[in-house]
């Protein structure tokens, strides 16, 4: 299973919006709403921040939201702000009943 | 509060073994679809497996690296899960999380990992 693909870096300055998206095929992001989004600061365990593509983990902030088309996902992080700089990664349910998650995409905040 | 503390890790020769741990707190490990997911230094994340709950069998499923190699299992009497890993190889070495399965198909809560280094 590949994983699915990212973009390696997204840069915004504070208050601009940002999208990641996150590309796989009709065997796991298009085949099921089941991709969630992991964001992970420095030497720290990754952190859920949308699960079935859109639905958002209580504390989260609404300035991040996620969306789907076809066979690519994706985050958009509005308002960014400094403590928004981390790593993020997808993940998605596989018709192997198995999980592959993203590349993974580094955001600087400028 | 579900809280996760991995344990284990450390230096191992290519072809050893090695049991990670997994203890939980704040929920029943028999009541729980658990993962293992590694990060090799510097990469990103990587499903190794997961054991589900056991009203819905027990069973485990592996990715393919893991397959015939790693074994998950748990001792509800401690609470806590395991990573039996054999046959390892350099390129198992990272930091291992278990993680919870609590939400449709993502992992809620993660551990604060373990480090596993295979070198000779």
């Given at each position: 299973q590949s994983a699915l693909t990212q973009?390696?870096?997204?840069?915004?300055?504070?208050?601009?919006?940002?999208?990641?998206?996150c590309t796989g095929s009709s065997s796991d992001v298009g085949a099921y709403n089941y991709v969630s989004w992991y964001q992970q600061h420095p030497d720290k365990a990754p952190k859920l921040m949308f699960y079935d593509v859109t639905k958002r983990p209580s504390g989260v902030s609404n300035r991040f939201s996620g969306s789907k088309s076809g066979n690519t996902a994706s985050l958009t992080i509005s308002g960014l702000q400094a403590e928004d700089e981390a790593d993020y990664y997808c993940s998605s349910y596989t018709s192997n009943n198995a999980y592959v998650f993203g590349t993974g995409t580094k955001v600087t905040v400028l | 509060e579900v809280q996760l503390v991995e344990s284990g890790g450390?230096?191992?020769?290519?072809?050893?073994?090695?049991?990670?741990?997994?203890a939980a707190s704040g929920i029943t490990v028999s009541?729980?679809?658990?993962?293992?997911?590694?990060?090799?230094?510097?990469?990103?994340?990587?499903?190794?497996?997961?054991?589900?709950?056991?009203e819905d069998g027990g069973t485990t499923d592996y990715a393919a690296p893991a397959k015939g190699r790693?074994?998950?299992?748990?001792?509800?009497s401690k609470n806590t899960l395991y990573l039996q890993m054999n046959s390892l190889n350099t390129e198992d070495t990272a930091v291992y999380y278990c993680a919870t399965e609590g939400v449709s198909w993502a992992f809620d809560y993660w551990g604060q990992g373990t480090l596993v280094t295979v070198s000779s």
């Open positions: 973009p390696a870096s997204v840069s915004g300055s504070p208050g601009q919006s940002i999208t990641i998206s | 450390g230096l191992v020769k290519p072809g050893g073994s090695l049991r990670l741990s997994c009541q729980a679809w658990v993962s293992w997911v590694r990060q090799a230094p510097g990469k990103g994340l990587e499903w190794v497996g997961r054991i589900k709950r056991k790693f074994t998950i299992s748990r001792d509800v």
